[in-house]
T-cell receptor, first 113, second 112 residues
Framework: DGGITQSPKYLFRKEGQNVTLSCEQNLNHDAMYWYRQDPGQGLRLIYYSQIVNDFQKGDIAEGYSVSREKKESFPLTVTSAQKNPTAFYLC????????????FGQGTRLTVV | QKEVEQDPGPLSVPEGAIVSLNCTYSNSAFQYFMWYRQYSRKGPELLMYTYSSGNKEDGRFTAQVDKSSKYISLFIRDSQPSDSATYLCAMSGAAGRRALTFGSGTRLQVQP
């Protein structure tokens, strides 16, 4: 079945650590996105990539980094520079044209301990 | 001011009620309008998709878009406890717009 797989489902990070969230899709979509979701704030765009080896900052990119070495994969690294990383992270993909919906993974819940 | 405004709720209704969920937006370039449903601790799933102004019906769900008022609605008829979730509106403009713009979501509770 085609879809988007995020792992792990739950992740715990110690202060000062970098952690990487995985996102893989087999939908053959060109565009991939990372969103952060906090209670009452909806989805905020962190980074997006419209093609392999290219990506752009979203609205809240500070403290995050990404790579897009393969079409299927778009991992997100939460660095120690992100001061409030506890949140629900969602990865999405779409074909890349404006008139298509985005498909989402099941999310990763990151908690700082 | 946010590009897309959505009342966060929570909205609590009895089973069988008609539910009305709404979003307003400020960017007149938006042409594609979507509603996503998100259960707790899950990823959003697409519920309805409409292009430009008009109505679209799918079973118990009806989506309406009024571009002149920059206002979109989702109606749920005969609401069920399984409809309890957060509903997110999302919209997209013409080619070149980088990503969907989401509302903050409305939490709906349907009481049995």
């Amino acid at each position: 079945d085609g879809g988007i797989t995020q792992s792990p489902k739950y992740l715990f990070r110690k202060e000062g650590q970098n952690v990487t969230l995985s996102c893989e899709q087999n939908l053959n979509h060109d565009a991939m996105y990372w969103y952060r979701q906090d209670p009452g704030q909806g989805l905020r765009l962190i980074y997006y990539s419209q093609i392999v080896n290219d990506f752009q900052k979203g609205d809240i990119a500070e403290g995050y980094s990404v790579s897009r070495e393969k079409k299927e994969s778009f991992p997100l690294t939460v660095t120690s520079a992100q001061k409030n990383p506890t949140a629900f992270y969602l990865c999405a993909s779409r074909t890349g044209t404006a008139n298509t919906e985005a498909f989402f993974g099941q999310g990763t819940r990151l908690t700082v301990v | 001011q946010k590009e897309v405004e959505q009342d966060p709720g929570p909205l609590s209704v009895p089973e069988g009620a008609i539910v009305s969920l709404n979003c307003t937006y400020s960017n007149s370039a938006f042409q594609y309008f979507m509603w996503y449903r998100q259960y707790s601790r899950k990823g959003p799933e697409l519920l309805m998709y409409t292009y430009s102004s008009g109505n679209k019906e799918d079973g118990r769900f009806t989506a309406q878009v009024d571009k002149s008022s920059k206002y979109i609605s989702l109606f749920i008829r005969d609401s069920q406890p399984s409809d309890s979730a957060t509903y997110l509106c999302a919209m997209s403009g013409a080619a070149g717009r980088r990503a969907l713009t989401f509302g903050s979501g409305t939490r709906l509770q349907v009481q049995p």
